[in-house]
């Protein structure tokens, strides 16, 4: 992974509204079938 993609993926990882949203629904617009467990 490049280190301009690494800065960016960990700049939004600590913004509050991206969180946030990825929250709310993040399981709802795809997350989910990338998480173990979840059906």
Do not use: Y
Not at 6 to 21: D, E, P, Q, Y
């Amino acid at each position: 992974m490049s280190s301009l993609a690494r800065k960016a993926i960990l700049s939004l990882a600590g913004n509050r509204f991206v969180t946030r949203v990825m929250t709310r629904h993040g399981l709802k617009i795809g997350a989910g079938r990338f998480v173990a467990g979840v059906t």
